[in-house]
């Protein structure tokens, strides 16, 4: 079989899987990432490692569960010697980089022991968890952090030449708007999130971060390459450029999929993350109305951006061999649920999209094609590395490919439940419930009927998703559902304990221990000496 020249990974940060046309919004039109899912397969059924940014990054990037790799939460380093997908394509002779944001910080205490410095080539990479940053942003640039971590951002530099002066256009600009008396109005406040961003729409993140996949693409030649385009957007702050801030209007908006029974006697964790401030805030109609505007106006930058992007790929011949992958990070409550921002498991925050281009041949029955089986993210890096032909490491991913629904054959054996997790230690619900920081986990199993949900300590969420799509009805304390909650509770009981954590040696080397002991002669439990040895 023919393997995969490049990969573009394409990711928007916090984006819903239903704001998406072909995944049915009824008003937000997205037909290049319609596309997309033509010429390729759109999985129905796609989960997020994790509903917050930094693990299920670097679930994504390793193909490992987040408790498997450590880092479970943002600002939590990935350990420095767990592999990523860099690591595992620079073997086969692919450059993978960044245009964009990752979300990972270095383990300086594992570079500090090892005597690595960021100034070392090896230094870089792994301070980049194996990306080469040819243009790495964060997107999280308000001016406190932005001077203290030295001022220095590539995208304020080139807003500068374009005549946003200041020292951070990143904040005073490209997310804030213009107030009547000329002042600033940051777009951190929801209460501006429907104002337009001071910046031109040709100057704003979106844009900046397009022009620089191109620059990458265009560089890199005939050599391989997978690049991590990994949009800012339509994460927070909520602010778009004209004329995408207002071009949705409150009859376009989803209703908001709340049920006054959720907050009658709520699960003890879930009442405390409905109690935070920005569920508070987004639980307020008029502060979603603002907010909900701005969020459909930087998807539909984003797809009319990746349009430009598709188009000059199609010209240019690199789509005719490039695998092109759209998903993202995790969803956005937007008030649904009476939560904000993302963090617990229901599909409006835990379910992503996903669309896989497979530009070869095999993949010609399958293009226009949608897949319900259970994905998660952690399948992707081993369907990177099947396509490229590099080694599977199966002793250290834990997700599987999915070249086999690529290529229009069924898998032999699938998985029966899709998984998540959360670390909640960093968050006033934890205090709220009052567990210690290492107690405050929560799991997430999905089947084809039933979500469930282990809160340590708590007892857990169940929905029926046949009878109750929208996830308002809590049956996890309801006596008659115990026998299902039991069940489940063994299903996560087997995929916690199927966690690869001997990643040091394959499966091969471990199987050719067996009888090394004798062979060196070690003697272990012998009772008699053999005679020629008397």
Request: one cysteine or more.
């Amino acid at each position: 079989m023919s393997t995969v020249k490049n990969i573009l990974f394409v990711m928007a940060d916090q984006l819903r899987f239903d704001y998406l046309s072909c995944y049915g919004h009824p008003h937000l039109e997205t037909p290049n990432i319609d596309r997309l899912a033509s010429r390729g397969v759109r999985f129905e059924r796609a989960y997020a490692p994790s509903p917050v940014c930094g693990p299920s990054r670097a679930s994504f990037y390793t193909g490992r569960t987040t408790f498997s790799h450590g880092s479970t939460w943002n600002h939590v380093p990935l350990p420095i010697g767990e592999l990523t997908i860099g690591d595992y394509l620079r073997e086969t002779g692919y450059t993978t980089a960044v245009v964009g944001k990752t979300h990972m910080v270095p383990d300086r205490e594992g570079m500090a022991r090892l005597g690595l410095t960021e100034d070392t080539e090896i230094g870089m990479r792994v301070a980049n968890t194996s990306f080469e940053p040819f243009e790495r942003d964060d997107g999280l640039h308000p001016t406190p952090i932005f001077l203290k971590m030295g001022g220095q951002l590539s995208y304020n530099d080139w807003l500068r030449e374009r005549g946003y002066d200041g020292e951070n256009p990143w904040n005073d600009y490209a997310n804030s708007a213009e107030g009547p008396d000329g002042g600033i109005l940051s777009g951190w406040y929801l209460e501006n999130s429907h104002l337009p961003a001071r910046v031109k729409e040709e100057h704003s993140e979106t844009a900046y971060m397009t022009m620089r996949a191109k620059e990458f693409i265009t560089e890199m030649g005939d050599d391989p390459w997978l690049l991590h385009l990994s949009y800012i957007k339509p994460h927070w702050p909520y602010m778009a450029p004209a004329p995408y801030h207002d071009m949705y209007s409150p009859e376009t908006f989803l209703d908001p999929q709340q049920s006054e029974a959720e907050r009658e006697d709520p699960n003890p964790v879930f009442g405390a993350f409905m109690d935070m401030d920005v569920s508070r805030s987004f639980s307020t109609p008029s502060v979603r109305a603002k907010v909900i505007g701005a969020y459909m106006g930087l998807v539909k930058q984003i797809d009319d951006h990746l349009g430009q992007l598709f188009d000059w790929m199609d010209e240019t011949g690199r789509a005719d061999d490039t695998m092109i992958v759209f998903t993202s990070d995790h969803g956005d409550y937007l008030g649904d649920h009476f939560l904000g921002e993302k963090e617990l498991f229901h599909e409006v925050s835990v379910k992503i999209p996903l669309i896989i281009v497979d530009p070869r041949p095999e993949a010609d029955a399958t293009r226009g094609t949608v897949s319900d089986a259970l994905v998660e993210g952690i399948d992707l890096v081993p369907t990177f590395l099947e396509a490229t032909g590099s080694p599977p490491n199966e002793h250290r991913i834990e997700g599987s490919s999915l070249q086999t629904f690529l290529h229009g054959d069924v898998p032999d054996s699938w998985r029966n439940a899709a998984f998540s997790e959360i670390d909640y230690g960093i968050y006033p619900a934890r205090n709220t419930v009052d567990v210690g920081p290492s107690e405050a986990r929560a799991y997430m199993l999905r089947t084809d009927r039933w979500k469930y949900v282990y809160f340590k300590g708590f007892a857990p969420q169940l929905f029926d998703l046949d009878a109750d799509p929208n996830e308002y009805v809590d049956l996890g304390r309801d006596p008659a559902y115990a026998p299902v909650c039991q069940e489940l509770l063994g299903l996560l009981l087997d995929r916690l304990t199927s966690s690869k954590n001997r990643v040091t040696m394959t499966n091969e080397e471990v199987l050719g221990m067996h009888g090394l002991e004798k062979e060196r002669g070690i003697v272990i439990g012998q009772v008699e000496q053999p005679s020629e040895r008397l």
